[in-house]
């Protein structure tokens, strides 16, 4: 299997935009996570699917994000309009079958 | 609630050194499993090890070595004889799976390896 797939995996963007992070989960997996690595925050969960419905949002940091999973192969995470404080390094991971997460090789979203 | 604590922020050992990296957690659940994951410089997060909450035995693998101890809510993480190679960000994180898949992380412990 390829393990989780991210793209892209470099972004820039300026403030204000609408940025898009995908996300590929490994097959069969049936519990997708987004999280946020900051040096400030470490590793947040912002928020988790199982069988593509989201069972917990909570860690979204506000509206100006949001997160999708049309389908078991898919997900999005936007952020609309996008800030400078977004910059993060955004990391989807899945499980399914046993607890542990595998993680994909994360997006680095700079926002300037 | 969920919580993990590394309490150590940075840890600097010169090779061939044994090296233990701390994790004390909080729960609420009986059931639960706790997790050790590295982060190399290249930058993805590696899962390492998994412990579930009646197994409270010790494990080891190759030069890591795991203790788990429910008395004092601790999941420490050895590394015998430390390499360059281990230097990495490491992380502890714990799900109480009977409520959900959730996964929470610690803040990381970062391991400067010197040769």
């Known amino acids: 299997d390829a393990g989780v797939i991210q793209s892209p995996r470099h972004e820039v963007t300026e403030m204000g935009q609408e940025v898009t992070l995908r996300c590929k989960p490994i097959?069969?997996?049936?519990?997708l996570f987004w999280y946020r690595q900051t040096m400030m925050r470490g590793l947040e969960l912002l928020i988790y699917f199982n069988n593509n419905v989201p069972i917990d949002d909570s860690g979204m940091p506000e509206d100006r994000f949001s997160a999708k999973m049309p389908n078991a192969s898919f997900s999005t995470l936007k952020i609309q309009p996008s800030e400078p404080r977004d910059s993060a390094v955004y990391f989807c991971?899945?499980?399914?079958?046993?607890?542990?997460?595998?993680f994909g090789q994360g997006t680095r979203l700079t926002v300037v | 609630a969920q919580k993990v604590t590394q309490a150590q922020t940075e840890i600097s050992v010169v090779e061939k050194e044994d090296v233990t990296l701390d994790c004390v957690y909080e729960?609420?659940?009986?059931?639960?499993?706790l997790f050790w994951y590295k982060q190399p410089p290249s930058g993805e997060l590696v899962f390492l090890i998994r412990?579930?909450?009646?197994?409270?035995q010790n494990e080891i693998s190759g030069r890591y070595s795991w203790n788990f101890q429910k008395s004092t809510s601790s999941f420490n993480f050895t590394i015998t004889a430390s390499q360059v190679v281990d230097s990495a960000v490491y992380f502890c994180a714990l799900s109480e799976a009977r409520r959900d898949d959730k996964i929470i992380f610690g803040k990381g412990t970062r391991l400067h390896i010197l040769p």
């Open positions: 097959s069969g997996h049936n519990s």
């Open positions: 729960t609420r659940d009986t059931t639960y499993y």
């Open positions: 991971a899945s499980n399914g079958g046993t607890v542990e997460a595998f």
């Open positions: 412990r579930n909450s009646f197994d409270e």
